[in-house]
């Protein structure tokens, strides 16, 4: 399928539209990249990157959307019929911060208010992202229009992210696959005397050549003696009994990827051998006998702390598993605190994690797609039963 063209099977706005009803406000704004994206259509990799190019969705409980966005974006494919441009680069007139110096942008609160009085959502109830929503423009806007309430509503997007269609479910396997793909192709590659550098630049080689629109993130540690050498802080040649962990990860169409894998250099030594195995068991154990439809994330934390305490492990950390989508940690998570429940169609990345004695740290992370009865591995195209050894 090719996702950039079919924006509109990646985004289930029948339930972002029903959250938005039974939320009792009048109206949400979506503001970060992620959000603009699912309730738009629109993807762009420079949202990331430039986050002062404010765009906006304002998005009623009754009635149609808009998408405000600066004038350079009008006429853009999205799923919002109503797009309302803003000059991005001020000509008329020039506003200076406190220092006396002058901006190059404005924000789009005159259009936004302009959309709010139209809607006649002003003296209303509208949620903002207020996590991401720039401070500037937030403030300028409850000046332009005091008489109207902003709370919170970062949670609701969450919630109309968090089950996946089935073009969402598609292209994060496809993502996991060519990850994996890139990882093991430079597992292959690699050599004893190699640099660690070498292998993990092979990687973010790959992952744009398979298939992704640019590298998020490769990292990559060796584990020698106790000790965790990074590969961007220390030169470090590769050596026998050396073991790779790798954590990487690309942007496919505004979707993240996110796996982990290890790999020994020549031979593992029988107790670093024993951690792997008894790791890839805690795994296997997590996705094949603990998620579960209906199930809430804070008792699966437990589930899935004892499974770590049956192989001789401590927990990790405070999340063992996380959502994945336009962000690269989505809710749900499974920690002690989470209250949303697993569902049918939640696509996440079960991450079995184990520090040494000292600085090591060992990892296996795999995606998974929550099913009617279970949960199912999307990422298959190794099998990490047993270590990948660099020869």
């Known amino acids: ?65 808009v998408f405000v966005v600066p004038e350079y974006r009008l006429g853009a494919d999205t799923l919002i019929g109503d797009t309302r441009g803003y000059d991005f680069y001020v000509r008329d007139e020039v506003i200076e911060d406190q220092m006396g110096r002058a901006r190059i942008h404005r924000w789009p609160v005159d259009v936004l208010v302009e959309v709010l009085r139209e809607r006649g959502l002003l003296g209303g109830r509208i949620g903002i992202e207020k996590d991401t929503f720039p ?96 590969f961007d802080r220390d030169s470090v040649t590769l050596r026998e009994g050396d073991w790779l962990r790798v954590d990487a990860g690309g942007y496919f169409s505004g979707y993240y990827s996110d796996v982990a894998r290890m790999a020994v250099v020549d031979s593992p030594g029988e107790e670093s051998l024993s951690i792997y195995q008894r790791l890839v068991r805690v795994q296997k154990t997590i996705v094949q006998a603990i998620l579960r439809p209906g199930a809430v994330g804070s008792e699966l934390f437990h589930e899935t702390r004892e499974a770590f305490g049956e192989e001789g492990f401590d927990t990790p950390w405070g999340m063992i598993v996380h959502g994945i989508g336009l962000h690269i940690h989505e809710r749900p998570w499974i920690r002690e605190q989470e209250n949303y429940r697993l569902l049918p169609g939640m696509v996440l990345c079960v991450e079995a994690i184990s520090h040494g004695p000292a600085d090591e740290m060992w990892h296996i992370e795999d995606l998974v797609l929550i099913t009617g009865d279970g949960a199912r591995e999307l990422t298959c195209h190794a099998d990490t039963t047993e270590p990948f050894v660099i020869v």
């Open 1 to 65: 399928m090719d996702f950039q063209r079919n924006r509109g099977s990646l985004c289930d706005l029948a339930r972002l539209q029903t959250l938005v009803e039974e939320s009792g406000l009048d109206a949400v704004l979506a503001s970060s990249p992620e959000n603009v994206t699912y309730s738009t259509g629109l993807y762009d990799p420079g949202f990331n990157t430039m986050r002062n190019r404010l765009h906006v969705a304002v998005w009623p409980a009754d009635g149609e959307p």
């Open 135 to 230: 401070t500037g423009a937030y403030e300028a806007l409850r000046k332009e229009v005091p008489e109207t309430q902003f709370v919170d509503c970062h949670s609701l997007f969450d919630e109309a992210r968090m089950v996946k269609t089935a073009a969402e479910i598609e292209l994060l396997q496809e993502a996991g696959t060519i990850t994996e793909k890139a990882i093991q192709f430079a597992f292959e590659l690699a050599r004893p005397g190699a640099k660690a550098r070498r292998v993990a630049e092979e990687i973010g080689c790959l992952l744009t050549r398979l298939g992704a629109d640019q590298v998020a993130f490769v990292q990559l540690d060796v584990l020698r003696g106790g000790r965790r050498l990074s």
